[in-house]
Structure formats: C-alpha cells, structure tokens
C-alpha cells in the first residue's frame, strides 16, 4: 500500500486538485513578466516540475510555446495524456540539462519545497539561471518554515473527488511536522474502489532569508520575493511566498 511519491497519485492527482487556481496563479506571473517589460507573444517558457501539467496549461494558453519537466514519469504520462503535442521531459530539478534557453522559467504549487536541503534548493535555482535567456525571469512559489509547520488548519483534509469514468477517488491527507528533521510531512492516504495507497511527502520551508543568498549565489543578482496575490511584502505570518528573479541582460 505504500508507495514513493508522485507515483499512485499520479492517476487521481487532477481529480483530488481539481480546485488549484492555475489560471490565477499564471494570471499574476504574466502580469509581473509583462510589467517588467518581458514580450510574451511566442516566447519559450519551461515549468519546472510540471506535474500533470495544469500550470504548463495556462502558460500555453497565454501564447507561450511551453515545455513541461518533471522528475516523476507517473505524473509526465498523465500531462502528456492531458496536452499532446507539448514537450515534456523527465528530469531532475538539480541536475536537468536541455539543449534550449527559455524566456521564462516557472515552478509553482511548492515543488521546490520537496528538496529538502538549501544545497538542494541552490543546486536547483542555478540551473534555472543555466537554462534562462539573457533578461529572462524565474517565477516560484515556496512555502515558509511557518507554512511547512502550519500546513493545514487541523491538520488534516479529507473528501471525495469524482474521477472522469464516473467512480470517485477518496483521500484523507494528514500532515504533522517533525521539529528534529525540521520537515513538513504530509501521509496522502487514497482508495480507488477495492484499491488503496498511500504516499509519504515530504517539505522544507524557506523564508525569504534563507532564500535571497541561495538566489545570489545561483547568479541572480535581482530578484523580489512578495506575497500572492498583491505583491506585497511578506511578513512574518506569510506561509507562502512567490520569487521573481531576473537574469542579468548581457552588455
């Protein structure tokens, strides 16, 4: 019954997430790229851990000519499935070496909080830089040491989502943190009919402290690190924040 993350889930993940706000999300990426002056029109565009690729499906229908990587091929079976014709590739976030430079690179929904290490995180966020066109941004989301601890008010979230053959998924997802690792961990519980699975994941937060000397040692010089969906400033009761970081145009 128990399996390696992103592997099981990968077949109900859209079912039981039906309600992310993708379009919101893509929506205020967009307009911090277009504000700064990026030309979107047919511009190269990765996600970063694309998952079955809901956020990459906004970015495409924005215009943008997208390419999906992800490290599970479970999840890539289901984006392929899900958007034929666009290119998605299997690939580790620390390691990924492709042979195009982007405009704009994504990785959203806390994806970059399942590397568990900041040297991890670091390795991560130079690629990105690797991968950028001069001028491009990189656009993320991570979740706080606070949101890594306070996950979900009671610390659980259960309910059945329906499935598009007409049969209903249920999930009981409990989260505890574990104050000696200093990791977030979420067991996600399904049942599938006569089929059951769990999955154990696990996250460390990054506050924006921990985050803007990872940033400059990738290469990024400029960057800002706001809360969702003002571009405020984070304080110390954010749980999640967003970073824009921009590759230095050359001279």
């Given at each position: 019954?128990?399996?390696?993350?992103?592997?099981?889930?990968?077949?109900?993940?859209?079912?039981?997430?039906?309600?992310?706000?993708?379009?919101?999300?893509?929506?205020?990426?967009?307009?911090?790229?277009?504000?700064?002056?990026?030309?979107?029109?047919?511009?190269?565009?990765?996600?970063?851990?694309?998952?079955?690729?809901?956020?990459?499906?906004?970015?495409?229908?924005?215009?943008?000519?997208?390419?999906?990587?992800?490290?599970?091929?479970?999840?890539?079976?289901?984006?392929?499935?899900?958007?034929?014709?666009?290119?998605?590739?299997?690939?580790?976030?620390?390691?990924?070496?492709?042979?195009?430079?982007?405009?704009?690179?994504?990785?959203?929904?806390?994806?970059?909080?399942?590397?568990l290490t900041p040297e991890d995180l670091g390795a991560a966020l130079r690629q990105?830089?690797?991968?950028?066109?001069?001028?491009?941004?990189?656009?993320?989301?991570?979740?706080?040491?606070?949101?890594?601890?306070?996950?979900?008010?009671?610390?659980?979230?259960?309910?059945?989502?329906?499935?598009?053959?007409?049969?209903?998924?249920?999930?009981?997802?409990?989260?505890?943190?574990?104050?000696?690792?200093?990791?977030?961990?979420?067991?996600?519980?399904?049942?599938?009919?006569?089929?059951?699975?769990?999955?154990?994941?696990?996250?460390?937060?990054?506050?924006?402290?921990?985050?803007?000397?990872?940033?400059?040692?990738?290469?990024?010089?400029?960057?800002?690190?706001?809360?969702?969906?003002?571009?405020?400033?984070?304080?110390?009761?954010?749980?999640?924040?967003?970073?824009?970081?921009?590759?230095?145009?050359?001279?």
């Amino acid at each position: 019954m128990q399996r390696p993350p992103f592997t099981a889930l990968a077949a109900v993940y859209d079912a039981i997430m039906a309600d992310v706000e993708y379009d919101h999300w893509a929506d205020f990426v967009l307009t911090y790229a277009r504000d700064g002056r990026m030309e979107l029109a047919c511009a190269r565009a990765l996600d970063l851990a694309c998952g079955t690729g809901g956020f990459t499906r906004q970015l495409l229908q924005a215009g943008l000519s997208v390419t999906g990587l992800d490290g599970s091929p479970d999840m890539l079976r289901e984006a392929r499935r899900r958007l034929p014709g666009v290119p998605f590739v299997e690939g580790d976030l620390r390691t990924f070496a492709l042979p195009e430079r982007f405009a704009l690179i994504t990785c959203v929904f806390d994806s970059l909080n399942n590397l568990l290490t900041p040297e991890d995180l670091g390795a991560a966020l130079r690629q990105a830089w690797i991968h950028l066109e001069p001028g491009g941004l990189l656009a993320f989301d991570v979740n706080t040491r606070l949101g890594v601890r306070e996950l979900w008010e009671g610390d659980a979230v259960e309910g059945l989502a329906p499935l598009p053959g007409g049969e209903e998924v249920h999930y009981h997802w409990s989260h505890h943190y574990d104050a000696e690792a200093d990791l977030g961990v979420v067991q996600a519980f399904c049942r599938l009919g006569e089929q059951e699975f769990v999955e154990t994941h696990r996250e460390r937060g990054y506050d924006p402290q921990d985050l803007a000397p990872l940033l400059r040692s990738a290469g990024f010089p400029r960057f800002e690190i706001v809360e969702y969906p003002d571009y405020a400033e984070p304080t110390p009761d954010t749980a999640r924040v967003w970073v824009f970081a921009w590759k230095e145009s050359e001279t």
